[in-house]
């Protein structure tokens, strides 16, 4: 009987095995390009919809371009929609199909920026203005994602640390950079669409920059925007300091000094950088706020309620306090403006940059690529 099994279920077998699947039927999209660019700077945006209506467009390349909005693509016979951009700077740009109302991820591409509740799909330009972040011929570092199970908040949550080229064979102890991120955004932006790793491990490979570890904590551990100036009502200051610092610290053997840990955020992580400043300044040698500022009220409660703060003499005794912006277009701009009046009227010292990529990961990047050599000299 078993035997009668046995050969009954090889025949089964066999006969599966020699089946065919029916034949695919091929489209335009299996040979189809979704980003591409062309010798003239222009990118064609091309996505596969051929049962739609409408298919939109955008993203922070759009900072480059006159207008805002989503932009609308044409439709050609073989149901391809595209859109040809004028030409742009050679960079790293998110972008969002939305296909009849409905925001969907480019299927032929891989690259994604992750965010708190959702994915952005990205593109790099491959010419000379973006080799600053690419993934080119060099040693590279690691990058390690990290689940902990936090006291202060009593939630799981994580961060991500790059560790440099070769850290596995270093003895001394290294200095940490800590890159936070904005609203809406979590602790992988700065090694999606950020490219902090491979901005840093092309620093390092040019020896621009000093080895050094890279902490990138979730900037908003728990719910709520907290905008307000101080370090008592969000959790995640007390969490950032008693526990995932000391934590990265021992794990990966670092210096425990002020000096050798430096403190960088964007926007939301932006008013993170200030609050550290002007309340913990002892805990920082080097501190850089981008494309941030208090907003009015805050600023009204800040000269108002924390004047001992601003008078706080530690906060002129960073070794580099350095306040960049997106430009103009920044929608930070002013508030950044006012908190630096503030600033001038207090005589805190403070060094600015700007680099003209609005409100975005054009900016940030471009911000790390130029403070990062200048820390922990």
């Not at 904590?217 to 969490?239: A, K, R, S």
């Not at 053997?253 to 400043?277: C, V």
Request: charged share 20%; hydrophobic share 35%.
């Amino acid at each position: 009987m078993k035997v009668f099994f046995t050969l009954a279920l090889l025949a089964c077998l066999f006969t599966f095995s020699q089946a065919q699947f029916p034949p695919r039927n091929p489209t335009p999209n299996d040979t189809l390009n979704s980003t591409k660019v062309l010798s003239d700077g222009s990118v064609i945006f091309s996505i596969y919809a051929p049962k739609a209506t409408e298919v939109t467009v955008n993203g922070d390349f759009q900072t480059f371009l006159e207008g805002g909005g989503p932009i609308k693509l044409s439709k050609d016979e073989n149901g391809i929609w595209s859109y040809q951009t004028e030409s742009i700077p050679s960079d790293v740009y998110t972008y969002n199909f939305m296909v009849d109302g409905v925001k969907t991820l480019d299927p032929l591409n891989k690259l994604l920026k992750e965010n708190e509740g959702s994915y952005e799909n990205y593109f790099i330009m491959p010419y000379e203005g973006s080799e600053y972040a690419q993934n080119l011929d060099v040693p590279h570092g690691k990058v390690e994602k990290v689940w902990y199970q936090s006291q202060v908040t009593g939630r799981s949550t994580r961060f991500h640390v790059y560790t440099p080229p070769g850290f596995e064979s270093m003895t001394d102890k290294l200095p940490l950079l800590i890159l936070q991120h904005g609203g809406g955004d979590n602790d992988a932006s700065w090694s999606t669409i950020g490219r902090a790793n491979f901005i840093m491990d092309n620093l390092y490979a040019a020896e621009e920059i000093v080895p050094m570890v890279v902490l990138m904590p979730m900037g908003h551990p728990v719910d709520g925007f907290f905008m307000n100036p101080g370090i008592e009502e969000d959790p995640y200051y007390e969490q950032l300091l008693t526990e995932i610092i000391p934590m990265v610290r021992q794990k990966y053997n670092l210096r425990e000094d002020r000096f050798g840990t430096a403190f960088a955020g964007l926007s939301m992580g932006g008013l993170q950088a200030l609050n550290l400043a002007l309340f913990a300044p002892e805990e920082f040698g080097y501190v850089m706020p981008l494309s941030t500022g208090y907003f009015e009220a805050q600023r009204k409660m800040l000269v108002e309620q924390y004047e001992g703060a601003l008078k706080n003499p530690d906060i002129n005794t960073f070794k580099l306090f350095w306040i960049s912006m997106g430009g103009e277009s920044d929608i930070a701009y002013e508030n950044g403006l006012a908190v630096n009046k503030i600033f001038d009227d207090y005589g805190i010292k403070y060094q600015t940059n700007t680099y003209n990529g609005g409100h975005s990961f054009i900016t940030w990047r471009h911000d790390l690529l130029k403070f990062a050599p200048l820390l922990f000299r």
